[in-house]
C-alpha cells in the first residue's frame, strides 16, 4: 500500500510544542501580574458583545479502533495486529466569539484542517502491511466558553462544545482500483480544551490546548480485507491553537479618542 512520505514533513515534536507554549504563557502571566506594571490593555473588552480573529495550530490524530468478531475467524488466521500511529497536521481558520453573560462566549471557528491518519496492519510471517489516509476537512466546531475572572491582563479559560467536520478534499488515491480502507467523509466529534488570554494594547492572544473525541464510526459497511477486521473506527485528535482576536467596534471607538 503507497506510504507517502510527506506525513515526515508534517510530523511536529507536540509536546514539546506544548510545554513550550506553557513556558510562554506562564512568562508573560508573571509579567502582567508584576505590580510594577499599571498598564491595563483593553480595559473594555470583555463587555464588547461580538468579537472576530483567526487561529492557526498544529495537531496530532490518529484512529481509534474495535476488533471485529471477523478478526478472530479463519479468514484473519495470518494477520496478528493492528496498530495505529500519531500523526501530524495543520489547522487554520476563523474566530467569531459572542459574549453570553460576564463570564460565558459561544465560539464558531470555520477551520480548515490537514489530516493525516495511518494504521499499520501486521502479520504472523513478520511483514507489515501500511494503509495511509490524508484528508482535508472542513470543520466548524461550536464550543462555549468559560473565562475566569481577569486578573490585570490574563485570563484562564475552559471551553467545550461539539465540531462537525465534512471532507473537502480528496484523499488523492493514485488509482481508484486500489483496495483501501473505506471511511465516511463526515464525522462529529467532542471537544474539550484549556486556554490563556493575554491581553495586548490592539489584540488578545490566546495560546490553546484542545482534544477532539469522535463519537461518529467513520468505518464504511465495505467488506474487503482492511475494513472486515474491524467494527469500530473513531477520530481523535490532539491540537495546539494560537488565536488573534479584536473587536471591529471597540477598535473605531479608540480611534476617535
Known amino acids: 500500500m503507497y506510504t507517502p512520505n510527506v506525513r515526515h514533513k508534517l510530523h511536529l515534536h507536540w ?54 468478531d471477523a478478526f478472530v475467524t479463519p479468514s484473519f488466521d495470518t494477520l496478528h495486529s493492528i496498530v495505529n500511529r500519531s500523526l501530524g497536521g495543520f489547522k487554520i481558520g476563523f474566530v467569531v466569539n459572542i459574549r453570553l453573560f460576564q463570564y460565558l462566549d459561544f465560539r464558531v471557528l470555520p477551520t480548515f484542517g ?18 495511509f489516509k490524508d484528508a482535508t476537512f472542513l470543520e466548524i466546531p461550536l464550543v462555549f466558553k468559560y473565562k475566569s475572572q481577569r486578573r490585570r491582563n490574563t485570563g484562564m479559560y475552559l471551553v467545550l462544545g461539539v465540531n462537525p467536520s465534512l471532507e473537502a478534499a480528496a484523499r488523492g488515491d493514485e488509482e481508484a482500483d486500489i483496495e483501501t480502507l473505506e471511511t465516511k467523509n463526515w464525522n462529529l466529534a467532542i471537544e474539550s480544551g484549556i486556554g490563556f488570554d493575554i491581553f495586548f494594547p490592539l489584540f488578545k492572544f490566546s495560546p490553546e490546548l484542545r482534544y477532539s ?3 461518529r464510526n467513520m468505518l464504511q459497511p465495505e467488506v474487503n480485507q482492511f475494513n ?12 495546539f491553537f494560537i488565536t488573534f482576536e479584536g ?11
Open 247 to 257: 473587536g471591529p467596534s471597540y477598535l473605531k471607538r479608540n480611534k476617535r479618542r
Open 114 to 131: 490537514l489530516y493525516e491518519n495511518e494504521l499499520l496492519y501486521r502479520f504472523t510471517n513478520s511483514s507489515n502491511l501500511t494503509v
Open 15 to 68: 509536546l514539546k510544542i506544548a510545554l513550550l507554549g506553557v513556558i510562554l504563557v506562564s512568562g508573560w502571566s508573571a509579567t502582567a501580574q508584576n505590580p510594577n506594571r499599571r498598564t491595563e490593555n483593553l480595559i473594555n473588552y470583555d463587555q464588547e458583545r461580538i468579537h472576530y480573529g483567526f487561529a492557526f495550530g498544529g495537531h496530532s490524530s490518529k484512529y481509534v479502533f474495535k476488533y471485529s
Open 228 to 239: 472486515a477486521p474491524l467494527e469500530k473506527l473513531l477520530f481523535h485528535n490532539f491540537t
Open 213 to 215: 473525541w469522535g463519537i
